[in-house]
């Protein structure tokens, strides 16, 4: 099963852009991304996610290599309420999302 | 938000009594899941159900059982708690199984077994 590998932790300056990268070398050609993002210890909030193609919504953008083994997700224009643990998970069955770590990322003023 | 709601948000117990978790959906989505979260672990999935009835288990299934009599409420059940299942549970929703499909969770119970 594809699994994935993110930096424990990055730090970003408010209003830059936050680039948090993942690695996915396994990743099979019918298996999506997401990304999710986790506030302090609430519930996994949904944020992106793709196959193939570059993908955009009001929170971020999500750009995926040619070859499909690593991904970045990019936050335009951080705030400090982005501060949160960020995840990239590749979907490796129906019913199953397999959260790992996960990257800690500290927006600063 | 997706309309979920997780009862109760906290709860201590000892070990060895029963305890039962709800999760509430007002989006009436075909399928739901339970996770529990642990420092190392990430979210691991305990048993999902993929309609009134239909369930099944997920990579972390033994001393949990759920029940789905409506298509709105998914129980988990811990027959007789242990210490080790300490830990933040997270239900989820989604419309269908799909590897296209997104899961949306929510706000999460803490349990502490004693």
Request: glycine share 8%; proline share 4%; with cysteine.
């Amino acid at each position: 099963d594809a699994k994935t590998t993110q930096p424990p932790s990055m730090d970003c300056a408010e209003g830059r852009a936050a680039n948090l990268p993942c690695n996915h070398s396994t990743i099979s050609g019918n298996e999506y991304v997401y990304w999710y993002r986790q506030i302090h210890s609430q519930g996994p909030q949904y944020i992106i996610h793709g196959l193939k193609n570059n993908e955009t919504n009001e929170m971020a953008s999500l750009i995926i290599t040619e070859d499909r083994k690593s991904s970045t997700l990019i936050l335009p224009h951080a705030t400090l309420r982005d501060t949160a643990v960020y995840y990239c998970i590749v979907r490796v069955a129906l019913s199953d999302m397999r959260f790992g770590a996960g990257t800690r990322l500290t927006v600063k003023p | 938000d997706a309309g979920i709601t997780q009862s109760p948000r906290h709860k201590v117990t000892e070990t060895g009594t029963p305890v039962t978790l709800r999760c509430h959906q007002t989006e009436n989505h075909r399928y739901m899941y339970w996770y529990r979260q642990d420092p190392g672990h990430g979210l691991r999935l305990i048993h999902y159900s993929y309609g009134v009835k239909d369930t099944d288990k997920g990579e972390v299934s033994d001393g949990y059982s759920v029940s789905r009599s409506k298509t709105e409420d998914f129980l988990l059940t811990l027959e007789s708690a242990t210490s080790s299942q300490t830990s933040v549970y997270f239900c989820a929703i989604s419309e269908s199984g799909g590897l296209q499909e997104t899961q949306y969770f929510g706000p999460g119970t803490r349990l502490l077994v004693l």
